[in-house]
């Protein structure tokens, strides 16, 4: 995002602010409630401050009327926007704030290195209800019908028209991009300008992930794997995904005598800040696409472990394996290693 300020005059809601590129920025965290990305995003506004942006920091899920103060004092700033800019188009209360947005914004801009980023953009060209990969396939709850109808709203804004341009800024490959939608590269300049080069150590780092926590991998097989895949490259490390519970952790540090280690930021800054192993092993997740970048002539290896589809669960969405196996495939710069089999 620095590195194109220029281009991206608002994120989230467009109000004062000038920042080194020269662009009236504001960027609105519309705060969680899970402590782990909570500290990630105070460290993250720190570094936008430090660019020269103005950070709005909402406690948007505060509490009951939460909701209403932050909507109530982001409208205005909504309703102004020429440009807007956001970090999850899954995300209900992100649906629920474009519904706000007056058609004169002429410029959507989605901003996202997750996996989730491939499955928005085939679902856009597809015309389907945007709905998170890991959720597909299942019966719709009360909420998501009760919710139907802002979605729709959603997804409607974010289709382009003659009026209205759409962007995705992305390092996710994207293979189905609907007509009308620019697709552009992020390619990780700023973060490699801005951190290292790192100091490489001779072992290797794990990298963990949340399916066990999204349900869609067994906990038992999950740890089994990650056992056997430390065990058979040498990991002393696990750095946590920070939806990774305190319990699943603790289990996994006293099975594998693991070092867990919860960043205080996304991976790829802490990776080119260092120190960081020579390899990095990963199972099927984003860092598989955005490490490779960050970490460019560094030397250090990426390489990602597939899931068995003997560690799904039950209720994982039938979509799962091949999604997983999708993310695999596309990546680029990495080695891939066979799904691993119990200690």
């Not at 028209?161 to 962007?167: G, M």
């Not at 080069?197 to 066990?212: E, K, N």
């Not at 693991?258 to 991976?267: F, M, N, S």
Request: glycine share 10%; proline share 6%; aromatic share 6%.
């Amino acid at each position: 995002m620095p590195a194109q300020a220029r281009r991206l005059p608002a994120v989230g809601a467009s109000a004062g602010g000038t920042g080194a590129g020269g662009a009236e920025l504001t960027v609105v965290v519309l705060s969680p409630t899970d402590p782990m990305t909570r500290g990630q995003l105070r460290r993250m506004a720190d570094l936008a401050r430090d660019e020269g942006y103005r950070v709005r920091w909402e406690e948007a899920r505060g509490g009951t009327t939460a909701p209403f103060h932050t909507i109530g004092g982001l409208a205005g700033s909504l309703r102004r926007a020429d440009r807007i800019v956001m970090g999850d188009p899954f995300s209900r209360y992100v649906q629920l704030l474009l519904t706000i947005t007056r058609a004169r914004a002429r410029d959507l801009v989605v901003v996202d290195d997750g996996t989730a980023t491939m499955e928005f953009v085939a679902q856009l060209a597809r015309g389907e209800r945007l709905v998170r990969w890991h959720r597909k396939g299942g019966r719709p709850g009360a909420r998501d019908l009760l919710f139907a109808p802002v979605s729709s709203s959603a997804r409607r804004r974010l289709t382009p028209s003659d009026r209205r341009r759409v962007e995705v800024f992305s390092s996710m490959p994207v293979t189905e991009i609907p007509d009308g939608v620019t697709v552009t590269a992020n390619d990780f300049a700023w973060t490699r300008a801005r951190f290292g080069p790192p100091r490489i150590t001779q072992s290797a780092d794990l990298v963990g992930t949340s399916l066990v926590e999204t349900g869609v991998v067994d906990g038992d097989r999950y740890l089994e794997a990650v056992r056997s895949l430390a065990k058979a490259h040498g990991a002393t490390r696990y750095f946590a995904h920070r939806r990774e519970s305190a319990e699943k952790l603790h289990r996994l540090a006293v099975e594998t005598g693991l070092e867990i280690v919860r960043p205080d930021l996304p991976l790829e800054l802490i990776a080119r800040r260092g120190p960081i192993g020579r390899t990095i092993l990963s199972f099927p997740s984003t860092v598989v696409h955005t490490l490779p970048l960050a970490l460019a002539g560094t030397g250090v290896r990426v390489a990602v472990c597939d899931i068995d589809p003997t560690w799904l669960t039950d209720t994982a969405s039938p979509r799962a394996q091949g999604f997983l196996s999708g993310v695999t495939g596309t990546a680029r710069d990495v080695h891939r290693l066979a799904a691993v089999s119990p200690a």
